[in-house]
């Protein structure tokens, strides 16, 4: 069974091991351009450890501090997040050079204006070094904006392009329905007029619960059509998870189904949809036979490119969409994590 990794924040990053080693060797670095640089009166090798013990403290002293607020940080827009570690910066520099001077000035004399001159310097490091960070980050969310802005305007593009051999195969159903089973063919022309309402909206999210009834619409229009050689199978929880995700991202996928893997059969197949808990993430689900001589890069690409690019846009990278064929069946399956972060625009 394939299993999910927990939900990440934007600060695990800092937690891990080989981050924290690097951070520690960065300030060992700024120690010892501190130590040699002009102007050290004092022995430099105990201004080398001084300067290093305040630096190593600084740093600890803000990953610590992030980390107690890690659960409150991870609500916050990235851009507020940089603005907090900036201010945690300067407060952690503020507060270990004061305690350096409590602990150490009458053990270690300096000339006149020396502990001063010190604590000017680190809090003017720290201030330089959290500024430098605030315009990195900045710039990276700001191309990054752009990028999801162009993506999005790609997107659009997509989901305005509704298949054309699904639209006049569903008409021509339709006709031939209308003189025969008049009530089937009317339900056939609101169910693609539901469609096509979703599909020409401007972009959104939707809960869970009106994504599937999308799909269920049109799995009722695909029914009409195929007839028996289209099973559907519904395997959904009592209550279904109240997650958001974008419009219109299952249907593309049961879309897909139905053309690679039901119709290109004689006798048709199965299709089946389920959605569960997953290491507390929400998966979805949908699975369909495939021949054994299919190629995963032919077909499924276009649907599959837009529901992957906006989940991601979305959940900001925490949800996916995975593909893999498993006992002779193609699956499509969206993660989606819980209380996802959702952007809107």
Known sequence: MRRTPPPQSQLDALWQASVIVWILLAGEGLALVLTLAPGVENDRLTYFGLTSLIIQWVSLLTLGSLYLLRRQLVRLRPIYVAYTALLLLIVASSLVSASAWLLLHEFWAMPAGGWHSLFVRFLGISLTVGLLGLAAIQNHLR?????????????????????????????????????????????????????????????????????????????????????????VVWDLPELIAAVTLPSLSIQPLVENAIRHGIEPFPLGGTLQISVSNDNGYTKIAITNPVSPSASLTQGHQIGLESVRARLKAMTREKGRLETYVEDGRYVATILLPPNPQVTTR
């Open 143 to 231: 191309a990054r904006q752009l990028a999801i802005h162009a993506q999005r305007s790609r997107l659009e593009a997509l989901q305005a392009r509704i298949q054309p051999h699904f639209l006049f195969n569903t008409l021509n159903t339709g006709v031939a329905l209308i003189q025969q089973r008049p009530e089937q063919a009317e339900r056939l022309l609101l169910d693609l007029a539901d469609l096509f309402r979703a599909a020409l909206a401007s972009p959104s999210n939707i809960t869970l619960g009106e994504e599937l009834e999308l799909a269920k619409r049109y799995l009722e229009i695909e029914s009409l059509r195929l007839g028996q050689r289209l099973v």
